[in-house]
């Protein structure tokens, strides 16, 4: 057995899968250090796994982050907005690594490998030269959407369908190359920056593939269906299916209102997920009102405590219900798109009506779409018209569910947390020889 280094960036929708690994890991006999803040300190308070707290940038509350990083809030969603996370990202790089550090020098010289989420950096100096302990091997997780640059896709961000032809191969070169130079020049050069006054010797990767050319293996939690194909894609990249059931319980009970759900004929859910649930009048309230007239049981979950007020008859409001009992009694999902709750919606065969831009939710949205399991809105605000009539296409049309039982059965042919194992297997084997 190995001694595992887990490290999430204090996201809920990192931490949850990362810890999904890590039970899955002890499970398994393994020995596990979990590496993020010290707001989940709780959420990963597990038997056998040990917890070492990020501190100094890289510890935040990411519903707070506008408060942070004041500038933040002036830069409208899209491109812009996503350089400048990168560099908040990259700002607690060197937390990361001290963290890091502490936990593989606590690790003595058992063969250790690190897994890290997307967005988690601290690996990166040892990868690229800085001095300190290497483990045996580094494996980075794919929790958000492929951002690596490829020819046949436009830039991360634009929320562009994949182009293979040879037009698009060429507009897909410039733009890329455009982008990486005017777009995502800031953050490029923090992290320049940053890794050099960490020690590190070697140039890095653009920022957009770092987090997956750098590593031993980089392994996207997704179907390969609801990523783009990419020709160039980098040989350590290996799809091992979503993580839809991430192994969090609720204590909650079920809402006294349940059995509306089970006699409903038709049931139709909004969520803005956990994240992007700030601001309730961007898609939740607008679907609430699109549908109060038609003939289906609405139901909004939250995901934080909140009241919602002038409820229509046929809603039901709740702060939390967990999407395995859920989504099994749901014929439509309208989303803002967040990566999880969308392949979770796949899982169990759930078209989807999206509108989110925030994050990397113009990707997931625009890559859903592509896959012809869900209605793409293109806005965080979308009219309640267009909602009510991407509700009633979906419902009133086949091929929606034909393509998301088709994904179903994608997601179901796979087992992600066999294929991690199987990876740190490969990793500690390697070293040992």
Do not use: C
């Not at 990259?90 to 502490?102: I, K």
């Not at 293996?217 to 290996?238: I, K």
């Amino acid at each position: 057995m190995a001694n595992i280094i887990i490290a999430a960036v204090p996201i809920y929708g990192h931490v949850a899968p990362m810890r999904a690994i890590a039970v899955d890991l002890i499970r398994r006999g393994h020995k596990v250090t979990f590496i993020t803040g010290t707001l989940f300190r709780d959420a990963v308070d597990e038997p056998g796994m040990d917890f070492i707290p990020l501190t100094g940038l890289a510890d935040y509350d990411i519903t707070k982050i506008d408060e942070l990083w004041p500038a933040r809030a002036s830069i409208p969603p899209g491109p812009q907005r996503f350089d400048f996370d990168l560099q908040v990202f990259v700002d607690g790089m060197p937390y990361q690594h001290e963290a890091l550090q502490d936990a593989l020098a606590k690790a003595g010289d058992e063969p250790t490998v690190v897994l890290y989420d997307t967005m988690f950096f601290g690996a990166a100096p040892i990868l690229l030269g800085a001095p300190g302990i290497r483990p045996a091997g580094v494996v980075g997780v794919g929790v958000v959407p492929l951002m690596i640059t490829s020819v046949d896709t436009a830039p991360f961000g634009m929320g562009a369908p994949p182009d293979s032809s040879e037009e698009g191969r060429a507009r897909n070169s410039e733009t890329n190359a455009m982008v990486a130079a005017q777009v995502f020049k800031d953050s490029q050069s923090h992290l320049v920056d940053t890794l050099r006054g960490l020690g590190a010797t070697e140039q890095p990767p653009f920022i957009l593939d770092s987090a997956v050319s750098l590593p031993d293996r980089f392994l996207q939690l997704a179907v390969p269906s609801l990523e783009y194909p990419r020709s160039d894609a980098p040989a350590g990249l290996r799809y091992v299916g979503g993580l839809t059931d991430t192994g969090s319980r609720s204590s909650r009970p079920l809402p006294t209102w349940w059995d509306d759900v089970l006699a409903a004929d038709k049931v139709v859910v909004v969520s803005q997920g956990t994240v992007g649930n700030v601001d309730f009048t961007q898609l939740v309230e607008p679907t609430l009102r699109a549908l109060a007239d038609l003939d289906v049981l609405v139901i909004a979950t939250l995901g934080r405590e909140a009241t919602l007020t002038d409820v229509p008859a046929n809603a039901r409001v709740a702060e939390f219900i967990p999407f395995d009992q859920l989504l099994p009694h749901v014929d439509v999902l309208v989303s803002n798109g967040g990566y999880g709750g969308v392949q979770q919606a796949l899982s169990y065969g759930v078209p989807m009506v999206l509108a989110g831009l925030s994050e990397d939710k113009a990707e997931v949205t625009a890559r859903t779409a592509w896959t012809g399991a869900a209605i793409n809105l293109a806005t965080e605000r979308p009219e309640e018209g267009r909602i009510r009539e991407a509700v009633e296409k979906i419902l009133s049309t086949p091929s929606f569910r034909q393509h998301t039982r088709r994904l179903q059965d994608e997601y179901a042919a796979y087992d992600p947390f066999t294929a991690i194992d199987a990876t740190i297997a490969e990793l500690v084997g390697d070293s040992r020889s």
